[in-house]
């Protein structure tokens, strides 16, 4: 007992003499977990830090759409079947004139810096359009005119005057003093993914042997060869190009159409082992329509729709000559001569030009082929096509539009401003698969 009082006294006599740095301790203790979660926030984390190569040629309102799909940030997204779909707003109605789009905002959204996000804080310039904050969580948009696509264009980050984005992540941009990005950067408390952006598939590639990217995005297939010993490759089929064969309707022969379908006819292979594509609409589209005119190859047809044997000049950027030059050894007979000719960019005179096509994302291709844009290539003018043109950009309702493109896709088709070929195979590489998963 004795010696059970003796260890009371000890204990007793070192608290009275150490009570202040005990209770100092204890307080620290507390402080340090109540405020040490918070700080820890504030810190830089380990994030996974990714370096990624892509190609094309880019300026600050024209993102890659894999960048615009990471973000996530604009006011509105785009379901699996391209149809506008709610994001950072709640709803939204149009005016009966079709003038004036006003949206909802949720209420629980913040920007890239934990700030809540008010319509004020939007800032946003779109050229002939007036932006007016209502309240709060309310934003209106005025247009000069109908059109119907508007909705769809807004799949675009939101920025405020701080320079902050919509969502979790942050977003800096490297470019040319001619306003070309050369370097997207854009960070998250859970990944920094930094895009390097390359002119060139071969030189996306040869960075990537280099080692100052970890993975590459949508090369082209004929680069597999030169990379198969270098990672993983993940091959796809990219619905959202179609390669196109465009007649130039100037020239006195392809004005006619039976000369362009003859062309079509004598064709004896128009995919060249990739994907046969139908239209100049993605296959996922809700205004899709696979059941259109096509050319199966059929020499005798060829010859009954001319007479006499033409001519042709094949233009062609370096990227697609071996198919230019596949489709001179299908065509070259008693009917046609095709010389072939590579241009590093659409050319301003060419009777046929092998391209690219970036399919957009809402069916409307007015720009592309109606007969009083400078930006229709083959500078072919239809009646029937322009006015459903015009007709699909100013009509609201979604089941009327998709009649009006299913008649586009058919007519396109017959009338053949251009002769619709494959979609292109590209593949990624990457040296860490995982990557693909953060970049999906």
């Not at 203790?29 to 820890?40: C, E, Q």
């Not at 109908?146 to 969502?167: E, H, M, T, V, Y």
């Not at 050319?347 to 046929?352: I, Y």
């Amino acid at each position: 007992m004795s010696k059970f009082r003796e260890n009371i006294w000890f204990l007793s006599g070192f608290f009275k003499k150490y009570s202040g740095l005990i209770l100092g301790s204890v307080i620290f203790t507390v402080l340090l977990l109540v405020f040490g979660g918070f700080i820890y926030k504030k810190l830089p984390q380990n994030r996974k830090t990714i370096s990624v190569g892509i190609v094309g040629q880019f300026g600050s309102n024209q993102l890659p759409t894999k960048i615009l799909n990471i973000l996530n940030s604009g006011l509105i997204t785009l379901n699996e079947k391209f149809e506008p779909v709610p994001n950072i707003v709640e709803n939204w109605s149009i005016s009966e004139d079709g003038r004036s789009y006003t949206f909802h905002l949720f209420s629980n959204k913040v920007w890239s810096d934990g700030k809540p996000l008010i319509a004020s804080d939007i800032k946003m310039s779109i050229p002939n359009i007036k932006i007016e904050a209502l309240d709060p969580y309310t934003l209106k948009f005025f247009i000069p005119t109908r059109f119907s696509p508007f909705i769809s264009l807004l799949n675009i980050p939101l920025i405020n005057n701080d320079a902050k984005i919509a969502g979790e992540y942050s977003i800096k941009l490297k470019q040319k003093s001619s306003g070309i990005i050369t370097q997207i950067t854009l960070q998250s408390s859970q990944n920094k993914i930094v895009f390097y952006v390359y002119p060139t598939a071969r030189q996306a590639l040869t960075a990537y042997k280099l080692g100052q990217v970890n993975t590459v995005l949508d090369l082209p297939t004929d680069l597999i060869s030169d990379a198969n010993s270098f990672g993983q490759i993940t091959k796809q089929t990219d619905y959202s190009h179609v390669i196109l064969l465009i007649f130039n309707q100037t020239d006195p022969n392809l004005k006619d159409k039976s000369v362009r379908q003859s062309l079509a006819y004598m064709l004896n292979d128009k995919t060249f082992g990739e994907t046969e594509a139908f239209t100049t609409i993605h296959p996922k589209s809700w205004s899709y329509n696979p059941i259109v005119k096509n050319y199966p190859f059929n020499p005798q047809r060829a010859k009954e729709l001319v007479k006499n044997k033409i001519s042709f000049e094949l233009a062609t950027t370096p990227e697609l000559l071996s198919v230019a030059e596949k489709i001179k050894s299908q065509l070259d007979s008693d009917i046609f001569e095709i010389n072939t000719k590579v241009v590093t960019s659409t050319p301003e005179q060419f009777q046929l030009f092998l391209t690219s096509f970036n399919i957009p994302t809402d069916p409307d291709q007015y720009r592309e082929w109606h007969s009083t844009q400078s930006t229709n290539v083959g500078r072919g003018s239809d009646e029937k096509l322009d006015k459903l043109l015009e007709d699909g950009r100013v009509t609201y309702d979604q089941k009327l539009r998709k009649v009006i493109y299913f008649d586009f896709q058919k007519t396109f088709a017959e009338e053949l401003p251009a002769l619709v070929l494959y979609h292109p195979s590209t593949f990624h590489l990457t040296r860490h698969p995982s990557n693909l998963e953060v970049l999906k």
